[in-house]
Structure formats: C-alpha cells, structure tokens
C-alpha cells in the first residue's frame, strides 16, 4: 500500500465515530505476496471476527526470507512457496498447525496436499498455486513465440519484461539447457551461465508485484509471467496469447504457515480456515486468478474462469510440470549469478 493511502486509511479510522466499531481485541499480522490476498478478504475476515488485521508485502521469497532472517517484523501468517516452506520446516521455523481448527481443509484437492516440502501438511496450508508462462501481444509480435528460445531472441531486445526472481530465471535458463529445475549443481551454473548472459540483456523490464503492466501499457511485446498475471492479461484483451513453454515449466504451490515465534496463533489459524472457505477462495481468485487448489471453490466458478488457460494449465500440462526443492546454500549463488548479470 502507497503511504498516502495508509495516511488516508489512518486518519479515516481516526474520524470515525469511538461508538460505530467495537475495539478489535484481536490481532493479526500478515506478511504475504503482493497481489495475492484481495483487501476485500482482509477486511471481511477483520469485521467478520473482530481482528485488527495488518497486511505487508514481498515480491519474492527471498525478500521474505531475508526479512524474517534480520529478525524484521512480528508476523503470525507468512506465504512462502513450497522450496522455501521445505526450507523453514527442515529449519523448524514454524509453529505446528492445530488441524482440529482448519476444517475447511478438506476442500483442497489431494494433490496439493501431502506434498515433499510438508508431509502431512504440518506446517502449511495451500493458498494458491500456480505456473509461470509465457504472454504475448499478438499486435505486436507476429512470429511464433513457442518457448524461452523464441522470447530471448536478439529482435525482441527490449521489448521483454520478466519476474525479478532469480530462482525463476535460473530455472528457465536450466530447462533451455534440457536440465531440470532443480539440477543446480556447480557445473551446471557454469553451463547455462552463456543463457543467461545472453538473454538478460534483452530484458527491459524486471518486475515480480505486476509484470502485467509493462504489457498492458505496450511498454513491452511479450513476458514471462506468473500464471494469474497472464490470466489477467487474457481477461483484459483477445490480443494476448498465453504459451507454456516448449521448454518445460514448472508448478509453484504457495501455502500460508506460521512462525514459531507468532503471537497470535489463533487468529492465524483462523485465518486459514477462513480463507479456504469456496466462496471466500473463489473471491480471491475473481481478483487473483491464479491455479486455485480448493476444489469447492471451483465448484462456484464460472466456466469462463476455469478454462483460462493462463490460470489452469491442461492435464497433459500439468503432468509435465516440475516443482522446485530447497537448494541449500546454492540458493546465494544463484541470486549472485543473476543480480552480477542484470547489472551488465
Ligand atoms: C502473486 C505472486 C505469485 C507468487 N503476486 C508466485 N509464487
């Protein structure tokens, strides 16, 4: 949120009336994605339970992780994906969740429960989930973009925006060099390095919170995008095209978990149930149209939302779809690699 807004929120709240709202005796801190959680869902689940909500936001799990490692902020609830939740349960950072008080959790598909990075769901709650593809302005580019080959190619040099995620980009250059997301070993970073200095400088655009917008604004021609942008994009104008990449891509499962160090427990594990609640969860993805894993929440959508091929990918799509593992201490070179090319 833009200070000026928070300035506005805070002084509107101070001109209420003492006597219209009871003082909320409950609290909740969010630190989650940008663009992921409608501030319509945050302020039905404040009124709803009388909880005063506040929300920060990353733009990538590596700035979250940073945060929480600088000992910053006080959360209850935070939004990794599933190769930095591996990360935080083999580092016992969470807090165990209470599955007595998330019942809604029997409206999530079985295949996106019990996964490697949470066995058993101990530790997390799916939020969302999702791929990352390829969008195109069809006005604009008339050959045909198949794959990661075909968008960094020396014609569309500057007209290109990306996720400002280095464990992204290193996983598309992998998968150009028919490795898989997660092969980074030494010598494999060493292999696709010449991708990388390649397309990096062809990128005009780096954005994680809303790569959409350098194509909305025809500021660029194509992007590589999370799959709820792109969804959006199709929604927005029949000039964009989505493409999974010939390549190979991935699936990301992000999951809503609570540190061990919380002090509202109770509101947090509220808040999940809340939020997989089918017509709550359909409500996020109205504004956030991502690949969403509550079946009960895609019983109430439109048949219009769930053939976006942007926000789920076809059966045959999704078989091929690799998921990314904790890589260790490989995780500070990669970040490394790209941040020392981005800046040539
Ligand atoms: C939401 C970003 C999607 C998260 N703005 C990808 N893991």
Partial sequence: MKKTTLLLSALAAFALPATTHA??????NIYCWSEYIPQAVIDRF???TGTKVTVENYASNEEML????AGGGAYDIIQPSEYVMEALVKEKFLHPIDRAKIPNLKNIAPQFLNLAFDPGNKFSVPFMAGTVGIVVNTDLIKTEIRGFNDVFKPENKGNIVVLDDAREIVAWALLANGMGVNQIT?????????????????????????????????????????????AILLNKNKKFRWIIPAEGSHMFIDSLAIPKAAKNVESAEEFMNFILRPEISKEISEEFPYLNPNLAARALMTKKELENPASFPTDEEMKKMQI?????TQASEIEEIVTTLKAQ
Avoid: C, H, M, Q
């Fill in 23 to 28: 003082a909320p005796n409950k609290n909740l």
């Fill in 46 to 48: 404040a009124k709803e």
């Fill in 66 to 69: 940073s945060k929480l490692a």
């Fill in 186 to 230: 030494d010598k494999n970073l060493n292999k696709i390095k010449p991708t990388l200095e390649k397309w990096l400088p062809l990128v005009k655009v780096y954005d994680s919170d809303s790569p959409k917008t350098a194509l909305l604004n025809g500021d660029v021609a194509v992007g590589v995008v999370w799959g709820g942008e792109g």
């Fill in 324 to 328: 990314f593992r904790d890589i260790g």
